[in-house]
Protein backbone atom coordinates (compact mmCIF):
# COMPACT_ATOMS: atom_id res chain seq x y z
CA UNK A 1 0.00 0.00 0.00
CA UNK A 2 1.13 3.31 -0.74
CA UNK A 3 2.16 5.07 2.39
CA UNK A 4 3.91 8.29 3.48
CA UNK A 5 6.50 8.25 6.40
CA UNK A 6 8.35 10.50 8.40
CA UNK A 7 12.16 9.78 10.46
CA UNK A 8 12.53 10.15 13.22
CA UNK A 9 9.98 9.80 15.28
CA UNK A 10 11.79 11.51 17.89
CA UNK A 11 14.61 13.64 18.40
CA UNK A 12 16.13 15.15 20.94
CA UNK A 13 18.85 18.38 19.75
CA UNK A 14 20.61 21.06 21.70
CA UNK A 15 20.82 24.38 20.46
CA UNK A 16 22.80 25.60 17.25
CA UNK A 17 22.75 22.03 15.91
CA UNK A 18 21.47 21.45 12.40
CA UNK A 19 18.66 18.65 12.16
CA UNK A 20 16.92 17.15 9.50
CA UNK A 21 13.80 15.62 9.10
CA UNK A 22 12.90 12.66 6.66
CA UNK A 23 9.66 12.65 5.08
CA UNK A 24 9.15 9.24 1.96
CA UNK A 25 5.87 8.79 0.32
CA UNK A 26 5.46 6.32 -2.16
CA UNK A 27 1.60 7.75 -3.47
CA UNK A 28 3.61 9.51 -6.39
CA UNK A 29 2.34 12.35 -5.57
CA UNK A 30 4.22 15.98 -6.79
CA UNK A 31 2.79 17.84 -3.66
CA UNK A 32 4.22 17.53 -0.54
CA UNK A 33 4.19 19.58 2.74
CA UNK A 34 5.76 20.71 5.68
CA UNK A 35 3.64 21.43 8.66
CA UNK A 36 4.73 22.20 12.36
CA UNK A 37 2.19 21.52 14.92
CA UNK A 38 1.76 23.39 18.62
CA UNK A 39 -1.09 23.71 21.01
CA UNK A 40 -3.20 26.38 20.23
CA UNK A 41 -1.86 27.43 16.80
CA UNK A 42 -2.82 23.89 14.81
CA UNK A 43 -1.01 23.51 11.99
CA UNK A 44 0.96 25.83 10.56
CA UNK A 45 2.73 25.93 7.09
CA UNK A 46 6.46 25.69 6.63
CA UNK A 47 7.84 25.10 3.33
CA UNK A 48 5.95 23.16 0.40
CA UNK A 49 6.67 21.89 -3.19
CA UNK A 50 4.60 21.23 -6.70
CA UNK A 51 7.50 18.68 -7.65
CA UNK A 52 11.00 18.27 -8.14
CA UNK A 53 13.41 21.16 -7.91
CA UNK A 54 10.31 23.23 -6.89
CA UNK A 55 10.31 24.43 -3.17
CA UNK A 56 8.36 27.62 -1.81
CA UNK A 57 7.92 29.01 1.80
CA UNK A 58 5.17 28.70 3.84
CA UNK A 59 3.75 31.51 6.87
CA UNK A 60 6.77 29.77 9.47
CA UNK A 61 9.69 29.52 6.93
CA UNK A 62 12.50 31.36 8.90
CA UNK A 63 14.93 29.27 9.94
CA UNK A 64 13.93 25.74 7.99
CA UNK A 65 14.75 24.96 4.44
CA UNK A 66 13.52 21.94 2.08
CA UNK A 67 15.24 20.31 -0.82
CA UNK A 68 13.05 18.03 -3.35
CA UNK A 69 15.03 16.43 -5.57
CA UNK A 70 13.00 13.49 -6.27
CA UNK A 71 8.98 12.91 -6.32
CA UNK A 72 9.10 10.43 -3.09
CA UNK A 73 11.33 13.00 -0.54
CA UNK A 74 11.00 15.99 0.87
CA UNK A 75 13.55 16.49 3.78
CA UNK A 76 13.11 19.14 6.17
CA UNK A 77 16.32 20.74 7.76
CA UNK A 78 16.52 22.95 10.60
CA UNK A 79 20.04 25.10 9.80
CA UNK A 80 20.70 25.77 13.49
CA UNK A 81 18.00 24.11 15.74
CA UNK A 82 16.05 27.12 18.50
CA UNK A 83 14.29 26.17 21.40
CA UNK A 84 11.07 27.94 19.78
CA UNK A 85 11.61 24.86 17.10
CA UNK A 86 10.43 22.68 19.78
CA UNK A 87 7.60 21.19 18.13
CA UNK A 88 5.73 18.02 16.13
CA UNK A 89 6.36 18.08 12.61
CA UNK A 90 4.01 16.55 9.87
CA UNK A 91 4.90 15.86 6.42
CA UNK A 92 1.86 15.49 3.95
CA UNK A 93 1.51 14.71 0.24
CA UNK A 94 -1.59 15.56 -2.24
CA UNK A 95 -2.44 14.28 -5.60
CA UNK A 96 -5.02 13.29 -8.07
CA UNK A 97 -8.26 15.57 -8.29
CA UNK A 98 -8.81 16.20 -4.74
CA UNK A 99 -7.03 18.38 -2.22
CA UNK A 100 -7.29 15.91 0.40
CA UNK A 101 -3.91 15.78 2.79
CA UNK A 102 -1.99 12.78 3.63
CA UNK A 103 -0.37 12.80 6.62
CA UNK A 104 2.52 11.42 7.68
CA UNK A 105 2.90 10.07 11.23
CA UNK A 106 4.91 13.28 12.74
CA UNK A 107 8.28 14.07 14.13
CA UNK A 108 8.52 15.39 17.39
CA UNK A 109 11.52 17.29 17.64
CA UNK A 110 12.85 18.60 21.23
CA UNK A 111 15.72 21.49 21.36
CA UNK A 112 17.65 21.83 24.57
CA UNK B 1 -3.47 35.53 3.52
CA UNK B 2 -5.76 33.34 5.22
CA UNK B 3 -6.70 33.52 8.84
CA UNK B 4 -8.95 30.77 10.23
CA UNK B 5 -10.20 31.25 13.71
CA UNK B 6 -11.75 28.10 15.51
CA UNK B 7 -13.83 27.78 18.49
CA UNK B 8 -14.21 26.32 21.01
CA UNK B 9 -10.58 25.57 21.62
CA UNK B 10 -11.91 22.71 23.86
CA UNK B 11 -15.29 20.91 24.15
CA UNK B 12 -16.70 18.42 26.73
CA UNK B 13 -20.08 16.56 25.85
CA UNK B 14 -21.83 13.68 27.06
CA UNK B 15 -22.42 10.42 25.14
CA UNK B 16 -25.46 11.07 22.98
CA UNK B 17 -25.49 14.76 22.76
CA UNK B 18 -24.34 17.00 19.81
CA UNK B 19 -21.25 18.72 19.35
CA UNK B 20 -20.48 21.75 17.33
CA UNK B 21 -17.52 23.58 16.11
CA UNK B 22 -17.36 26.79 14.70
CA UNK B 23 -14.86 28.32 12.24
CA UNK B 24 -14.33 31.65 10.74
CA UNK B 25 -11.98 32.40 7.70
CA UNK B 26 -10.76 36.02 6.19
CA UNK B 27 -9.89 35.56 2.28
CA UNK B 28 -12.96 36.17 0.39
CA UNK B 29 -11.33 33.72 -2.51
CA UNK B 30 -11.47 30.66 -0.08
CA UNK B 31 -14.23 28.19 -1.31
CA UNK B 32 -13.03 24.79 -0.48
CA UNK B 33 -12.89 23.62 3.39
CA UNK B 34 -12.30 20.63 4.66
CA UNK B 35 -12.34 19.43 8.02
CA UNK B 36 -9.79 16.94 9.78
CA UNK B 37 -9.84 14.53 12.78
CA UNK B 38 -6.79 14.18 14.96
CA UNK B 39 -6.97 10.86 17.16
CA UNK B 40 -4.23 10.81 20.20
CA UNK B 41 -0.94 10.55 19.01
CA UNK B 42 -2.03 10.22 15.36
CA UNK B 43 -2.23 12.00 12.55
CA UNK B 44 -4.80 13.88 10.96
CA UNK B 45 -7.39 12.62 8.76
CA UNK B 46 -9.80 13.97 6.35
CA UNK B 47 -13.48 13.21 7.46
CA UNK B 48 -15.58 15.46 5.33
CA UNK B 49 -14.99 18.80 3.20
CA UNK B 50 -17.24 21.71 1.59
CA UNK B 51 -16.84 23.72 -1.22
CA UNK B 52 -18.37 27.03 -1.42
CA UNK B 53 -21.26 25.64 -4.20
CA UNK B 54 -22.72 23.83 -1.64
CA UNK B 55 -24.40 25.20 1.61
CA UNK B 56 -24.35 22.14 4.23
CA UNK B 57 -22.99 18.24 3.50
CA UNK B 58 -23.81 15.43 5.55
CA UNK B 59 -22.12 12.30 6.06
CA UNK B 60 -23.80 9.70 8.72
CA UNK B 61 -23.41 11.22 11.74
CA UNK B 62 -21.38 14.52 10.60
CA UNK B 63 -22.30 17.19 8.86
CA UNK B 64 -21.07 20.69 7.92
CA UNK B 65 -22.23 23.57 7.03
CA UNK B 66 -21.21 26.74 4.99
CA UNK B 67 -22.39 30.63 5.48
CA UNK B 68 -19.82 32.37 2.38
CA UNK B 69 -21.46 35.38 3.22
CA UNK B 70 -20.68 35.73 6.75
CA UNK B 71 -17.26 33.35 5.80
CA UNK B 72 -17.82 30.83 8.46
CA UNK B 73 -18.39 26.86 8.61
CA UNK B 74 -19.31 24.82 11.18
CA UNK B 75 -18.94 21.43 12.05
CA UNK B 76 -21.99 19.36 13.91
CA UNK B 77 -21.41 15.67 15.09
CA UNK B 78 -24.50 14.42 16.36
CA UNK B 79 -25.31 11.21 18.93
CA UNK B 80 -21.86 11.80 19.69
CA UNK B 81 -19.98 8.67 20.61
CA UNK B 82 -16.43 7.78 22.99
CA UNK B 83 -14.66 7.16 19.85
CA UNK B 84 -15.55 11.16 18.62
CA UNK B 85 -12.59 12.04 21.43
CA UNK B 86 -10.32 13.85 19.47
CA UNK B 87 -8.85 17.07 18.21
CA UNK B 88 -10.55 18.22 14.88
CA UNK B 89 -9.33 21.01 12.98
CA UNK B 90 -11.15 23.27 10.01
CA UNK B 91 -9.23 24.58 7.20
CA UNK B 92 -9.39 26.80 4.37
CA UNK B 93 -8.14 27.04 0.99
CA UNK B 94 -9.29 29.01 -2.39
CA UNK B 95 -9.50 26.10 -4.48
CA UNK B 96 -10.45 22.69 -3.98
CA UNK B 97 -7.36 20.71 -5.83
CA UNK B 98 -4.08 18.98 -5.34
CA UNK B 99 -1.70 21.17 -4.11
CA UNK B 100 -3.79 24.15 -2.54
CA UNK B 101 -2.41 24.93 0.42
CA UNK B 102 -4.45 24.90 3.64
CA UNK B 103 -4.83 27.23 6.04
CA UNK B 104 -5.62 25.60 9.35
CA UNK B 105 -7.77 26.88 12.48
CA UNK B 106 -6.00 26.08 15.73
CA UNK B 107 -8.24 23.54 16.46
CA UNK B 108 -11.16 22.12 18.95
CA UNK B 109 -10.26 19.24 21.38
CA UNK B 110 -13.19 17.14 21.80
CA UNK B 111 -13.91 15.08 24.72
CA UNK B 112 -16.92 12.55 25.39
CA UNK B 113 -17.62 11.65 28.00
CA UNK B 114 -19.58 8.11 28.78
Known amino acids: DAEITQSPRHKITETGRQVTLACHQTWNHNNMFWYRQDLGHGLRLIHY???????NKGEVSDGYSVSRSNTEDLPLTLESAASSQTSVYFC???????????FGEGSRLTVL | GENVEQHPSTLSVQEGDSAVIKCTYS??????FPWYKQELGKRPQLIIDIRSNVGEKKDQRIAVTLNKTAKHFSLHITETQPEDSAVYFCAASPRQAAGNKLTFGGGTRVLVKP
Open chain 1, 49 to 55: SYGVQDT
Open chain 2, 27 to 32: DSASNY
Open chain 1, 92 to 102: ASSGGGTGELF
